[in-house]
């Protein structure tokens, strides 16, 4: 069974930067998983925020953090980062890593809570304007 433990959240001020971290124990991830990003803010649903093909380049972004984030994984580490740029208010919630450790298409962006079968704790992003 993966477990999955993120870190990097914090306060910010708005326009700054942040990178989170997630790091995978238990198995390693298979070139067939997906690791995606979420998050949720207060009395709102879990929302996709990145998500990315453990094997191959690709690359799922929210309209909403498109052009501002970058996702991307480390195989040898069995971890994978959420870089935010110029971040914003609304961007304010608690992020959560997950993992679809069951087989992914290649063809398929996956984005909804249901496709993934392992979350993290989760990590408070806290945005001052």
């Known amino acids: 069974q993966v477990q999955l433990v993120e870190s990097g959240g914090g306060l910010v001020q708005a326009g700054g930067s942040l990178r989170l971290s997630c790091v995978a124990s238990g198995r390693t991830f298979g070139g067939a998983a997906t690791m995606g990003w979420f998050r949720q803010a207060p009395g709102k649903e879990r929302e996709v925020v990145a998500a990315?093909?453990?094997?191959?380049?690709?690359?799922y972004y929210a309209d909403s953090v498109k052009g501002r984030s970058t996702i991307s994984r480390d195989s040898s580490k069995n971890s994978g980062d959420l870089q935010m740029n110029s971040l914003k208010a609304e961007d304010m919630a608690v992020y959560y890593c997950?993992?679809?450790?069951?087989?992914?298409?290649?063809?398929?962006?996956?984005?909804?809570?249901?496709?993934?079968?392992?979350w993290g704790q989760g990590t408070q992003v806290t945005v001052s304007s």
């Open positions: 997950a993992a679809r450790t069951r087989y992914s298409s290649a063809t398929i962006y996956y984005t909804g809570p249901d496709d993934y079968d392992v």
């Open positions: 990315l093909r453990w094997a191959g380049d690709n690359t």
